[in-house]
């Protein structure tokens, strides 16, 4: 079984500050995972992934997250945060389709970020 | 190139009537998935596709809920005697296989509210 959960279910930053969105996860398998993002009214869009390769893994908008097996992690980070940041992100993981049933995703509950000036 | 497209947008209806959504993959794309997203929670897995396959229906929540797919192309996922607890939105999703390397893309949704 696999599972996530996302510590914070709202965060709220100044615009130019660092971001940090948590999550920490728990699989059977090597797990892949993601990090999606869910702006209003829109789709669910890729930010990065982890599947085994580097630990620190770099998405697009200048978002990055750290796998960190010990500690069963992986932060969503980002240096400094942008108005267009605020949205919802969620964390994702799977056991990349290896137990036959595809590639089912795991979704945390979100965290929704609020960017101020 | 087109995204994965889902309709309708919305849907409301009354307790006790079948509704049916539609949901188009992305051209090529052998897998999809149908995922359930209620108000302030993380997406649900229902059910899996990948190509001849049978379908990994182990997300369904009851008997209520059926969805097919017409080769590799569109999918309906029908909700049967609607409920109050249906009301959610519903996320299509299709990859181009069912491994973990492949991302999947997802439609808009389809926001169903059921009174």
């Known amino acids: 079984a696999q599972s996530v959960t996302q510590l914070d279910s709202h965060v709220s930053v100044s615009e130019g500050t660092p971001v940090l969105l948590r999550c920490n996860y728990s699989s059977s398998y090597s797990p892949s995972l993601f990090w999606y993002v869910q702006h209003p009214n829109k789709g669910l869009q890729l930010l990065l992934k982890?599947?085994?390769?580097?630990?620190l893994v770099k998405g697009i908008n200048g978002f990055e997250a750290e796998f960190k097996k010990s500690e069963t992690s992986f932060h969503l980070t980002k240096p400094s945060a942008h108005m267009s940041d605020a949205a919802e992100y969620f964390c994702?993981?799977?056991?990349?389709?290896?137990?036959?049933?595809?590639?089912?995703?795991?979704f945390g509950t979100g965290t929704q970020l609020k960017v101020e000036l | 190139g087109a995204g994965v497209s889902q309709s309708p947008s919305n849907k409301v209806t009354e307790k006790g009537k079948d509704v049916e959504l539609r949901c188009d993959p992305i051209s090529g794309h052998t897998a999809l998935y149908w995922y359930r997203q209620r108000l302030g929670q993380g997406l649900e897995f229902l059910i899996y596709f990948q190509g001849n396959s049978a379908p990994d229906k182990s997300g369904l929540p009851s008997d209520r809920f059926s969805a097919e797919r017409t080769g590799e192309s569109v999918s309906t996922l029908t909700i049967q005697r609607t409920q109050q607890e249906d009301s959610a939105v519903y996320l299509c999703?299709?990859?181009?296989?069912?491994?973990?390397?492949?991302?999947?893309?997802f439609g808009p949704g389809t926001r169903l509210t059921v009174t």
């Open positions: 982890y599947t085994s390769a580097a630990t």
């Open positions: 999703a299709s990859s181009l296989g069912g491994q973990g390397s492949y991302e999947q893309y």
């Open positions: 994702v993981v799977s056991d990349g389709g290896f137990t036959g049933g595809g590639n089912k995703l795991t």
